[in-house]
């Protein structure tokens, strides 16, 4: 049986992919329905069902006041690298600052 806490880590790795190509299908520069077309949308969309999944699998051996931040917190530190990675955005050193407090709150949570 898989672990909940590698089913939650699977799950924020879709979450954060997902929400770099939808990002990425917004910098196409489609228009309205257009957008809805885009293959970055539509994978997108497909992974953010596919999290779902993977959350809701690992709910059931996990409490939700600690998935969810941990969740949260791993896919941001993951939208934060693909978005300087694969996007080219910048990171400034307030937001790395706060990534580390993120960090800190998951760990007190999950105590």
Same mark, same amino acid.
């Given at each position: ?28 520069? +489609? !228009? =309205? *329905? ?9 994978? $997108? #969309?497909?992974?953010?069902? /596919?999290? %779902? ?5 690992? +709910? !059931? =051996? *996990? ?9 949260? $917190? #791993?896919?941001?530190?993951? /939208?934060? %690298? ?20 993120? #960090? ?8």
């Amino acid at each position: 049986m898989i672990s909940s806490w590698i089913l939650l880590f699977i799950a924020a790795t879709f979450n954060a992919i997902a929400n770099l190509l939808i990002k990425r299908s917004s910098m196409q520069g +489609l !228009q =309205g *329905l257009e957008q809805l077309f885009s293959p970055f949308f539509i994978f $997108g #969309v497909f992974l953010f069902a /596919v999290n %779902i999944v993977f959350y809701t699998k690992a +709910l !059931q =051996g *996990l409490s939700v006041n600690i998935a969810y931040p941990a969740l949260v $917190g #791993v896919g941001a530190l993951f /939208v934060l %690298i693909g978005s300087f990675t694969w996007l080219k955005e910048t990171i400034n050193l307030v937001q790395i600052m706060g990534f580390v407090l993120i #960090v800190i709150g998951v760990t007190l949570i999950s105590k």
